[in-house]
């Protein structure tokens, strides 16, 4: 079975192909399809975004797709920046610029109101029109400085609850065993092993 990922972003792909590897399924992204859109992320929710890139790609590329949309959710700024999160500092804001800019709306606010959460949905489509959708949070607080040279995004700031250190701190595997798109993805796997399985059938069927 072929699965793509609906991402051009190598640290998401990394982290989405090392939880869902298995047996059968190849894992493949939007860097095997240079032709794939661009889709414009102007939902108001993370389901919109994640359904509309996954249809998008979808019909694109005639097989399996999956596509999220995941946000960090800041307590004391009213759950921003939410939706916004990738471009936080504006249109084509880095990774760094994002950041600096949340640092800076939280440099008043005491530990005690520093809690945050990642959310990620998940939508799951093939070209046919079957859809599937999943969520997964993971809630922590705000460190006032970044830490740690691993992850990407918010991930130097982000401290999960019961730790000390950053998810930027954490290797690859440590991460990935707690984070908000596992929770989701660990939501998929059976029904990707199942779909696998169901295809397996009918070829041996034919």
Known sequence: MKLVVATRNAGKWREIQAILEAPGLEILSLRDFPKAPEVVEDGATYLENARKKARAVAEHCGIWTL??????EVDALGGRPGVHSARYAGEGASDAENLQKLLRKMAAVEPSGR??????VLVLRHPDGR?????????????????????????PIFRPTGSDQTLA?????EKNRISHRRRALEKLKALLRSIREDGAALSTQG
């Open 169 to 173: 701190e954490l290797s690859a595997e």
């Open 115 to 120: 809690g945050a959460g990642f959310r990620c």
């Open 67 to 72: 596509a999220d949309d995941s946000g960090l």
């Open 131 to 155: 859809e599937f959708s999943t969520e997964g949070e993971l809630r922590g607080d705000l460190a006032d400085a970044p830490q740690g040279t691993g992850g990407f995004g918010y991930d």
